[in-house]
């Protein structure tokens, strides 16, 4: 019979491409990864993977199996959460999560302890990974759920093995001081009330960067980019000491404390924010409780 951890290292292997890569997805060492696919050779009487300049690719066998690998984890899936429906469905055991930072700030912190003291046997665990390799982490089994984000409107490429839901929309905010002459302004502002003031943005290559070029692109002169920092503590920062203003996803927000006010747009830059999990895992009673809780997590002090 095929061991299902060195299925796994396999499937890991095929995804990343070294073994090196797949180690550190796994938590083990490249020499135990090594030894688990040896095992699987043994299993199946034919090797699975090949040398391939610095990493590896599959052999032909181990293609076969790798794209047969779905129906047996999906199996898996299906017996676990038989059990936990049994166990009068009631959430259990460990729950692994991975999430972009923000998501983590604005939804997960505020589920996470709901959760701790409505169900008392179900531990959480959460990783920081960016929407990409969240979704890959849940594809493969390294994961339960990932919480992952559109980029620039676009929902992030869903594999077909997994299934989602959207649990919050975030929106952007112009954070100023407040004494700034944008706070004195009637609210929602107009992409024409920002013309002519400095702005610290997010990098280039960010989502918030691209909502900053889609917010400005209209306006008859070059905006006044004085700051290019990625963490948003720090962009406040330099709202709060500089003059500058700054446009801020409500879920990134820290405490604006008293100096700083957020000012809502006539036409706020959106983003939705979906949780993902395996289709197999569909009836667990923790991935259902955690969905139920992400959907109300948002705190109202971000609006």
Known sequence: ?????????????????????????????????????????????????????????????????????????????????????????????????????????????????????????????????????????????????????????????????????????????????RRHPLAQLTLPLTPAALQGHSWVTSPSGTVCHQWFRRLVADLPEAPDVRHLVDDFSSQLALVASTNVIALIPRLARPPLGDDLVALALQRPPTREVHAAWRRSAQSSPSIRALVTELSGAASSSFL
């Open 1 to 177: 019979m095929i061991d299902v951890a060195a299925l796994h290292a396999l499937r890991t292997v095929a995804a990343l491409g070294t073994l090196a890569r797949a180690a550190r997805e796994l938590g083990f060492t490249a020499s135990a990864v090594s030894q688990q696919i040896k095992r699987l050779e043994r299993q199946v009487g034919v090797e699975v993977l090949a040398p391939a300049g610095r990493g590896v690719v599959l052999t032909p066998a181990g293609r076969a199996i790798v794209d047969s690998s779905p129906d047996v984890f999906d199996a898996l899936e299906r017996c676990a959460g038989a059990a936990q429906s049994v166990a009068e469905g009631d959430p259990r055991g460990t729950l692994r999560i991975v999430a972009f930072s923000t998501a983590i700030r604005g939804l997960l912190a505020t589920a996470a302890g709901r959760l701790a003291s409505e169900c008392p046997d179900l531990e959480i665990r959460i990783t920081e990974q960016d929407p990409e390799r969240a979704l890959h982490s849940v594809d493969t089994g390294s994961a339960d759920v990932a919480l992952v984000h559109d980029a620039d409107g676009l929902p992030a490429p869903m594999p077909v093995s997994l299934d989602r839901s959207l649990v919050h929309t975030d929106f952007g905010d112009i954070v100023v001081h």
